[in-house]
């Protein structure tokens, strides 16, 4: 597995932003994409974005769609969820996940991942 670390939570009120990163280590396995996951208390973790190092794309669900981008730093291994427009209901833990199997695009399920962060703390109050 790759260890990796997300950072960059915190509260905000509703409307504003929050950037997060996910910094993956080195390692002997190949990294093909990855992703953001959230889950709220109570809830099951849900997909938020995804990027595939392999084809360059990007994906999103559609909760978040036009308010939150992905963004790589691919010298430092690092991928960006920039937020903005947070709502209430973006309120969650988010964690990182990396796909070494190479699983079929777009990657959205929790399955589809082999890598996990501790996750952050992102509250967005009303």
């Known amino acids: 597995q790759v260890q990796l670390v997300e950072s960059g939570g915190g509260q905000v009120q509703a409307g504003g932003s929050l950037r997060l990163s996910c910094v993956a280590s080195?390692?002997?396995?190949?990294?093909?994409?990855m992703g953001w996951f959230r889950q709220a208390p109570g809830k099951e973790r849900e997909f938020v974005a995804a990027?595939?190092?392999?084809?360059?794309?990007?994906d999103y669900a559609d909760s978040v769609k036009g308010r939150f981008s992905i963004s790589t730093d691919n010298a430092k291994m690092t991928m960006y969820l920039q937020m903005n427009s947070l709502k209430p209901e973006d309120t969650a833990v988010y964690y990182c996940?990396?796909?070494?199997?190479?699983?079929?695009?777009?990657?959205?399920?929790?399955?589809?991942?082999?890598?996990w962060g501790q996750g952050t703390q992102v509250t967005v109050s009303s």
């Open positions: 080195e390692s002997s396995l190949r990294i093909y994409a």
């Open positions: 990027f595939s190092w392999s084809l360059y794309n990007t």
């Open positions: 996940a990396a796909d070494h199997d190479r699983a079929v695009w777009p990657v959205r399920a929790v399955a589809d991942f082999e890598s």
